[in-house]
Nanobody, 127 residues
């Protein structure tokens, strides 16, 4: 059974950095588009970043552009989210996600486009 497991969350002061990791198991994700979403209580899950299967294309929500970097290592069946210059508004549970394969880039920011989800990792940024 396919499974995604995140790690790397924690508490950091504003301006600090964290690196989230997501390791996939149960199937190969090398030819699947992958991404990160986040959610705070009482709000909808929101898109953070996505990356194409070949590591050549990526997209970010506007508020994290220039601060976050998504990457992947297909040999390790893993993806990462490097988060720099963190702000209190980045506080959320972060979820790793993947499709079953490649899908339209125009739908990367839509949570319903993805098929597999991790359990989430908490990121807290204090002011």
């Amino acid at each position: 059974q396919a499974q995604l497991v995140e790690s790397g969350g924690g508490t950091v002061q504003a301006g600090g950095s964290l690196r989230l990791s997501c390791v996939a198991s149960g199937r190969a994700f090398s030819y699947a588009d992958m991404g990160w979403f986040r959610q705070v209580p009482g709000k909808e899950r929101e898109f953070v970043a996505a990356i194409g299967w070949n590591n050549n294309d990526s997209e970010y929500r506007d508020s994290v552009k220039g601060r976050f970097t998504i990457s992947r290592d297909n040999a390790r069946n893993a993806q990462y989210l490097q988060m720099n210059s963190l702000k209190p508004e980045d506080t959320a549970v972060y979820y790793c996600t993947s499709g079953k394969g490649v899908f339209s880039r125009s739908t990367w920011a839509v949570w319903g486009s993805y098929d597999y989800w991790g359990q989430g990792t908490q990121v807290t940024v204090s002011s």
